[in-house]
């Protein structure tokens, strides 16, 4: 999240797509209700009828997998009718920029692309420069090469009618949303996005968030309270543990992983440090990271450790992962509270990836049917598998003590309330005990594999016990010279003489004594901020951006928007934030106009020549899907990977012609195993159910509460059937398309038992993040027998 | 350690709970009034510490109530900035993650082709864990490639780690990168 | 007369996350019971004895054609005229300062007239077994939370509430913010109503329907039985005298079978007056 919880109750309007908060993140509806009461507007945009829905003053049905279409429609509705804030765009975007003659789109392909590789060459979307390499730009936006002109030009396509035979949403509501959302391009108006994994786990998930980001920087909604991009996160410390790098991409703080194209620490800085805006500090947070990981062992000679550093040379991301355990070339696995068995895509083929293993440890408060999958519960045949399996009794999050960080960047500290249950240990322990073992059986060889093993720098105190307060310190960072903690990241060097296991925590814990994690004054500091309560990365800053609400000058667009702005007489920017930006840079500075300071243009990008798969969002087809694409000839994105193999199976529309989609409810949480494990929530959602239509129903002359059978080209699972008026068949180009739709959360084991929906899902990710398809594929249903 | 400060909890505005109790005595509860103090208020000694919820990414305040080695009741943080007291159903059940008979309480082990269980030590576990390890990585490990310094192992996965604390990832981040594992994953991705 | 306090529950702010119920159990102890598919989200068809408060869901066609989808939390309505406490036998049931109703199981003999005789049908009976193997029973039902008003905290369910649906405090106000809601939310759900009925003297549960109550599945008019009323005021006095109030369920089983109809819940529209 750009913003934070409570800053929600601010907004205009607040436009929910491909998340059901009230369902999913109930607390926000604290605060999107505090909106409504203030005559905010809650607008709700989902292939279902949800509890949010139930509360949103507008609500418009899409087919699941069309928000591009959706969102495209309604940029070109900001644009027609001008309801963008037009200084805003001039000034805080790249729409002025010109686009060199290479820039090309041509039938859902953009120039560059490679279609045995199915890949773009991206140095095809540049920019024209000058003779100091720096952007052309048109700042009347008349150029038609201008950003602006060719992003008009990209989405004149996009027009009601053909987006509404493409997305199922009655024109009516389509054109609702639209005005209600673009009513926040009033300078004086803010308006948020909240989004969840509804818009990300899609073969276009990224590029959904991307036509987000640019209607969220045409109606000038970024940086001010109230508005902001904000993604939900699903559990507790997901924006924590991918913070910290448990992702095989990103190192801590969100330094990409070295892989073969940097075999070098001077390749890799020279690569991946940029010219201009912070990342160009980036050698300093990664140096400060290896001195915390190698310690002395991490010297100016030996590239301060870098090559201790594995390096990879492809996508180790999950579906890979998982493709790699089918075939074999994995040996071993650790699972630190997740269960793919329920959770993973093709759940039934990750499944019997895992009997692939010599030996797997999941550390976990319960046995999930990950821990367990070869039991004959789960289908399988005990004495047919060796994998030995580990199962580790995990301590819950109140049993011990520690920090978590939430969607919007809040570390709070939790206290252990009771000791662990029976002999569990918390997972601190746990990996610590890991290293000490292996350390014990590593310590005296010399062995290539023993090296880069031996040159951890592991001090967290004697015996199996590790001190968490000397983790604590180590990820803030030191000051080598003086063995004081570091106030922040500013203080880092490139030179080997400061620490920070994450940069972008550094300043939690700026002195002795003074955790911020645990800080709990819950005084209002101004704007709902709550400054003095927690931390939040980077800087205890609570709105990113937020220079932004501000106008060239360092005026607050508006009185009610306002959050930082420029004294005159104190030369500095102040309010009821920590400024994102350089504190005493006046507006009249160099650069004291360009409020994207991580950027290297200083301003935000609706056109981004980063992403594998182009630089303005355009539809494409879910990977399966009931029709072909309106928008073009490419019916899927044509960047995706492609997997083969009985392991990845397509199905196809004339077999499986329902549209179906997966999601959780309140009362469960992702794979189940910690909610089905409980008794109360288990007895609010005991069954594993599947919602279908009254229409649909009819067809199949299913009743509701029959038991159903729905069917992929992956599996078949059973189900109750829940009939009800919140699905409705859709209308796809003159066709009627139904959609069906369920929860992810069961599984065999725990109180509440049932089909795990996942077997079902398909083996497609995203193409830039490989982000599974869940929310987007093809099935049959009918009447169990 | 923290100081709790619970004057946001949601008290009655009436002229006084006291007052109320004790017109609630005279008004016939007579008759209860030994069984009201045999039947003590169910948080009234409970030791009160303040946690984060463990499920979604809001990050409401709870606090939990442990009394005689269990938990008796956890509710809203009023504290909290983010909830201000409030819950939803998973959040107001956390008391469960605790007293459900469903936790695994030892280490557990599956030996190659059985069809159970079998209790073993902490101590027994890690050593041959740590065997497992080494034994795999010792194998498969790869120096360099292409004479690139690659110093990883590519039949090792990592997975999870969104249900840790910070502190935790970060150890497990650096054991797994430390060890040259590539296969790193958690629920991000999926 | 001390103050009244009730409970108002604004369903229209409801977003139907179930914590109401969950921080009712979590409260009182109750175990869980598990359930058969009902067919929608709706966990238990009804209260029991051992969920006191349940959340129903109501997929409504609404007048102006569009679909509401709504939420209500139901329990004990705390009747200010209660038709339990008229025909407990024991004197059982009885009202607090508070106005809540509430339920004394040292007194309680399991007899059930006060479950088969509340208009909302919000008591349940629940079957225990004392250290002997004996069989007995004891009446059920959502306390307010009465427990922690006396230690001068809210009601669980209210203060777990996060969007504000419930709020627990004096009638008077309680009453001026429901009206306040109704004119507010007139546009959006034109048949918007409070909630409060008079057959039963009001109640200490108030709510901000957006609908008629019929929708919700709720009495539009409940009243106490008449039967009620005559056990209370006319029968249970008579037997008392008669057999020195030594055991009143005794005597109770013999008068209650003429007065009450053990199946029948038509007490709405008629009290009841239709038996004999």
Redesign the interface.
């Known amino acids: 999240m750009t913003n934070h919880w409570s800053d929600i109750q601010h907004s205009d309007c607040a436009l929910i797509m491909g998340a059901n908060p009230a369902e999913n993140h109930p607390i926000s509806f604290r605060w999107l209700t505090k909106a409504q009461e203030k005559g905010g507007k809650i607008v709700s945009v989902d292939p279902r009828f949800t509890r949010t829905s139930a509360k949103a003053d507008v609500y418009a049905q899409l087919r699941s997998g069309t928000d591009i279409a959706f969102m495209g429609g309604m940029i070109k509705y900001a644009l027609d009718n001008e309801l963008y804030h037009k200084d805003y765009v001039v000034n805080y975007t790249n729409a002025s920029f010109i686009l060199k003659d290479t820039y090309e789109f041509n039938d859902g392909i953009f120039s560059g692309y490679d279609e045995p590789t199915r890949k773009y060459d991206k140095t095809q979307w540049a920019f024209e420069t000058d003779e100091e390499g720096n952007p052309v730009k048109d700042m009347t936006l008349k150029h038609p090469r201008s950003v602006f002109q060719m992003m008009k030009n990209h989405y004149s396509r996009y027009d009601a009618d053909t987006v509404c035979s493409v997305t199922g949403t009655p024109k009516e509501d389509f054109l609702k949303v639209c005005e209600a959302f673009c009513a926040t391009g009033a300078p004086d108006k803010a308006g948020t996005i909240l989004y969840a994994m509804g818009t990300t786990q899609h073969t276009v998930g990224t590029q959904n968030v991307r036509a987000f980001g640019m209607i969220q920087l045409l109606l000038g909604n970024m940086g001010l309270p109230g508005g902001g991009l904000n993604a939900m996160r699903g559990e507790s410390n997901v924006q924590g543990s991918t913070d910290f790098g448990l992702l095989y991409n990103n190192l801590t703080g969100y330094l990409g992983a070295p892989t073969m194209l940097h075999p070098t620490l001077e390749a890799y800085n020279e690569k991946e440090t940029p010219s201009a805006g912070y990342w160009s500090n980036k050698p300093k947070f990664l140096v400060s990271l290896l001195k915390a990981w190698y310690g002395p062992n991490a010297t100016k000679d030996n590239e301060f450790g870098y090559q201790y550093l594995p390096k990879g040379n492809k996508n180790y991301s999950h579906i890979n992962l998982f493709s790699a355990m089918y075939k074999g070339e994995l040996e071993g696995a650790f699972l630190f509270g997740t269960n793919p068995v329920v959770g993973g895509p093709n759940a039934g083929k990750e499944k019997e990836a895992l009997g692939n293993l010599k030996w797997l440890v999941a550390a976990d408060l319960w046995e999930t049917e990950s821990a367990s999958f070869w039991q004959k519960e789960a289908g399988s045949n005990p004495s047919a598998i060796s994998t030995e399996v580990f199962l580790l009794p995990a301590a819950s999050s109140y049993e011990k003590e520690g920090s978590v960080s939430n969607s919007s960047r809040w570390m709070q500290y939790r206290w252990q309330a009771i000791k662990p249950k029976g002999q569990s240990l918390a997972d601190l322990e746990i990996i610590h005990e890991m290293y000490l073992h292996l350390k014990d059986l590593y310590k005296n060889e010399k062995t290539p594999a023993a090296k880069p093993f031996n040159a951890l720098d592991w001090n967290f105190g004697k015996g199996n016990h590790p001190d968490i307060d000397l983790v604590c310190k180590e990820i803030n960072g030191y000051d080598l010279t003086t063995g004081k903690l570091v106030p922040g990241f500013g203080a880092l060097k490139d030179d080997g003489t400061t620490t920070s296991g994450n940069w972008i925590y550094s300043g939690f814990y700026p002195e002795e004594g003074n955790n911020r994690a645990k800080s709990r004054d819950n005084k209002d500091t101004g704007g709902g901020n709550y400054l003095n309560w927690s931390f939040a990365w980077p800087a205890n800053r609570r709105i990113l951006y937020n220079r932004a609400a501000a106008d060239l000058n360092g005026k607050p667009w508006s009185k009610k928007t306002a959050i930082i702005w420029w004294d005159a007489s104190q030369k500095k920017w102040v309010g009821n934030d920590v400024p994102d930006f350089v504190v005493d840079r006046a507006p009249t500075d160099p650069g004291g106009t360009n409020p994207y300071t991580m950027l290297k243009d200083g301003v935000a990008g609706l056109f981004a020549g980063n992403l594998n798969d182009g630089p303005f969002p355009e539809h494409y087809e879910p990977f399966e899907s009931p029709v072909a694409n309106a928008f073009s000839s490419q019916d899927s994105n044509p960047a995706i990977q492609l997997f083969d193999g009985e392991f990845n199976l397509k199905g196809d529309y004339k077999q499986f012609p329902i549209v179906a989609t997966t999601y959780r409810v309140s009362e469960h949480w992702q794979s189940g195993s910690m909610t089905r494990n409980q008794e109360w929530l288990s007895e609010l959602v005991g069954h594993m159910f599947v919602e279908i239509s009254e229409e649909l129903a009819k067809e199949k002359g299913i009743k509701n509460k029959d038991k159903v059978i729905v069917s992929s080209a992956r599996g078949e699972i059973e189900a109750y059937a829940m009939v009800t008026k919140r699905f409705k068949p859709y209308t796809i180009q003159g066709q009627k398309v139904h959609h069906i739709g369920m929860p992810w959360h069961f599984g065999y084991k725990g109180f509440a038992t049932g089909d795990t929906a996942n077997r079902l899902t398909p083996h497609i990710g995203d193409a830039n993040t490989t982000i599974p398809e869940y929310k987007a594929f093809l099935c049959n249903v009918r009447r169990a027998n | ?3 709790i ?1 619970l004057n ?8 006084g ?2 007052a ?2 004790l ?2 005595v005279e ?3 007579n ?2 009034e030994a ?1 009201a103090k045999t039947k003590e ?2 948080i009234a000694k409970s ?1 009160v ?14 606090l ?1 109530h ?1 009394k005689d ?3 008796v ?4 943080d009023s ?20 007293t ?1 008979e ?14 159970k ?1 079998e209790e073993k030590s ?1 101590d027994w ?10 034994d ?3 194998r ?2 790869v ?1 360099k ?2 004479g ?43 | 007369m001390a103050t009244e306090y009730v409970k108002l529950v604004d369903v229209t702010k409801c977003d139907g996350c179930r914590a109401c119920m969950v921080a009712c159990k979590n409260w009182n102890d109750l175990p869980a019971e598990p359930q058969d598919f009902l067919g929608t989200m709706q966990s238990h068809a009804n209260v029991s004895a051992d969920t006191w408060n349940v959340l129903t869901f109501v997929e409504h066609e609404n007048s102006k054609g569009g679909l509401d989808y709504l939420f209500r939390h139901s329990s004990c309505y705390h009747c200010v005229d209660a038709a339990c406490e008229k025909v407990c036998p024991e004197s059982a049931i009885s009202y607090t300062d508070f106005g809540s109703v509430v339920i004394d199981h040292d007194k309680c003999v399991g007899c059930g007239y006060c479950e088969q005789n509340c208009p909302f049908d919000v008591i349940s009976l629940k079957e225990y077994k004392d250290k002997n193997g004996k069989e007995y029973r004891k009446a059920n039902k959502c306390t307010m939370c009465t427990d922690r008003l006396e230690e001068g905290l809210q009601p669980a369910c209210v203060t777990t509430c996060h969007p504000g649906a419930m709020q627990f405090g004096e009638k008077e106000e309680m009453l001026q913010k429901a009206e306040k809601r109704v004119s507010e939310i007139k546009e959006r759900y034109p048949n918007a109503t409070i909630y409060n009925p008079a057959g039963v003297g009001g109640t200490h549960t108030i709510y901000v329907l957006a609908e008629k109550p019929s929708v919700y599945g709720m009495p539009e008019n409940p009243k106490v039985p008449t039967s009620a009323v005559l056990w209370k005021d006319y029968a249970q006095p008579i037997g008392k005298a008669m057999v020195g109030g030594v055991t009143m369920a005794l005597v109770g089983a013999f008068v209650a079978n003429k007065f009450f109809d053990k199946k029948g819940k038509e007490h709405e529209e008629d009290g009841g007056d239709r038996h004999e």
Not at chain 2, 79 to 98: A, F, M, W
Not at chain 2, 125 to 134: G, L, N, P, S
Not at chain 2, 183 to 188: D, V
Request: hydrophobic share 35%; glycine share 8%.
């Open positions: 350690m923290v100081e400060n946001r909890r949601q008290f009655l505005k009436l002229s709970a006291t109320a109790t017109a609630i008004l016939g509860f008759e209860n069984k208020f169910k030791t510490t303040p946690t984060i919820c463990c499920f979604c990414g809001v990050g409401c305040g709870i939990v442990t080695d269990t938990v009741y956890t509710e809203g504290d909290n900035p983010i909830n201000e007291g409030t819950l939803c159903s998973k959040g107001t059940t956390i008391r469960q993650v605790y459900s469903k936790r695994i309480e030892k280490p557990l082990y599956r030996a190659p082709g059985s069809d269980w902490w576990m890690y050593k041959t864990i740590a065997q497992r390890v080494k795999t990585r010792d498969t490990f120096e490639e292409d690139i310094t690659v110093n990883k192992t590519e039949a090792i996965a990592s997975l999870g780690g969104a249900a840790l604390d910070n502190e935790e990832t970060y150890l497990l981040a650096k054991l797994m990168r430390g060890l040259g594992v590539v296969y790193l994953e958690h629920q991000a991705r999926i």
